[in-house]
């Protein structure tokens, strides 16, 4: 899945949300599971053609929300989802993750009904995939 990887320079997005969001969203969707090894942080510079200090941001927030951890210096790994977070955690990284989206759906020229029509689908298609549907 890291190896999929691309960077949009012409994005409204920034270049470390490049990174984070979709090892996240491999992680929803059961394409990166614990321990899957991620490229080092020299490995994906060297890939995506950017600054080193930009993965090593995207690294450090994916680290610091325990979405990977690092092993050794080296080996960084997909984590085991601890049960301790808390609820204000998971509304701050709800948020987070709904500001960039909707940041990047209203700088596309999306009205708010095609933003929500297009939420729902999505939201009900990844809930069936990962089981986590709730009624």
Request: charged fraction near 30%; charge should be neutral.
């Amino acid at each position: 899945m890291a190896s999929d990887l691309t960077i949009s320079t012409g994005s409204s997005t920034p270049i470390y949300r490049q990174v984070v969001d979709p090892i996240r969203r491999a992680v929803v969707r059961r394409e990166l599971n614990v321990g899957d090894q991620l490229p080092s942080v020299r490995l994906l510079t060297e890939r995506l053609l950017v600054n080193h200090n930009t993965i090593a941001k995207a690294y450090g927030e994916l680290e610091r929300d325990r979405d990977i951890e690092s092993r050794h210096g080296k080996d960084i790994l997909v984590a085991q989802k601890c049960s301790i977070d808390t609820r204000a955690e998971c509304n701050r990284r709800l948020d987070d993750a709904l500001e960039t989206f909707l940041g990047e759906a209203i700088a596309l020229d999306f009205d708010t009904d095609a933003i929500l029509q297009s939420t729902t689908k999505k939201l009900a298609k990844l809930t069936s995939q990962s089981g986590r549907g709730r009624t």
